[in-house]
């Protein structure tokens, strides 16, 4: 039997290609989106061309009925999950001005609130197993008040990542992937003048491409002895 992975948000960018990393791998997928049904498919036929097994489920993870609803269908095709990927979220930059509640909460609820989510359900049906959060630099020292309210979900799912790694020790490890600059959708509407700034700061002199940040995550979830870890994932960031 195939070891399983869901990846949460993975119609596109680092989900997308995180899905493909671990079918090329052997795993079974499961993609899940909430908007984005025609990419999802996408991702469906590309994962199929490399012999796997595929499920796709829409899913508002910040809704935890719809988490119910998803994991109930996972445990149902494929009985189990082996690695979860919790890699969906929002961006939601404004000045900090124009900041708003809704926009604090419903970041908070994807980035934050999703991520716990998913894994409370999801830890039910795995044995031994991994969870992979994918938080940010970030969460970390890298700060815009354009994006403090994203800011301050990826420090949660940093703080959240230690404490699923306490709760659910020793049979399902626990890590979380900071990635830096990522060519994504999410960024691609950054402005040349905002690259241009950025991209100096990075020892590498580029932002990553998704399939860089999927590589990482493949290879901490197979390292049997990695837990309870933050990863950086930058280029190496210039002080």
């Known amino acids: 039997m195939n070891k399983v992975v869901l990846v949460t948000g993975s119609s596109k960018g680092i989900g997308k290609a995180t899905i493909l990393k671990y079918a090329k791998e052997g795993y079974d997928v499961v993609i899940n989106y909430n908007s984005d049904l025609e990419g999802a498919l996408e991702v469906e036929r590309l994962a199929k061309e490399l012999g796997v097994n595929t499920l796709v489920i829409k899913c508002d993870i910040s809704n935890e009925e ?3 609803d998803m994991v109930n269908k996972v445990k149902e095709v494929f009985g189990k999950v082996d690695v979860l990927v919790n890699n969906a979220g929002i961006a939601i930059d404004t000045t900090f001005e124009d900041k708003t509640v809704d926009n604090f909460r419903r970041t908070l ?3 934050l609130i999703g991520t716990f989510l998913v894994s409370k359900y999801t830890a039910k049906i795995m044995d031994k197993g991994v969870i992979m959060n994918i938080s940010s630099t ?28 306490d709760q659910y020790a020793p049979n399902i490890r626990v890590n979380a992937i900071c990635p830096g600059w990522v060519n994504t959708e999410m960024n691609k509407e950054l402005g040349q003048e905002l690259v241009d700034e950025e991209t100096p700061k990075i020892k590498l002199g580029r932002f990553a491409e998704p399939e860089e940040i999927a590589e990482a ?3 901490i979830s197979i390292c049997s002895y990695i837990n309870d870890s933050i990863i950086r994932v930058d280029g190496g960031e210039r002080p």
């Open 217 to 219: 995550i493949y290879n």
């Open 109 to 111: 609820d994807v980035n």
């Open 138 to 165: 970030n969460g970390i020292d890298t700060t815009y008040t354009e994006s403090l309210d994203y800011d301050a979900s990826k420090a949660g799912v940093i703080s959240l990542t230690h404490n699923l790694a």
């Open 66 to 68: 719809e988490v119910i």
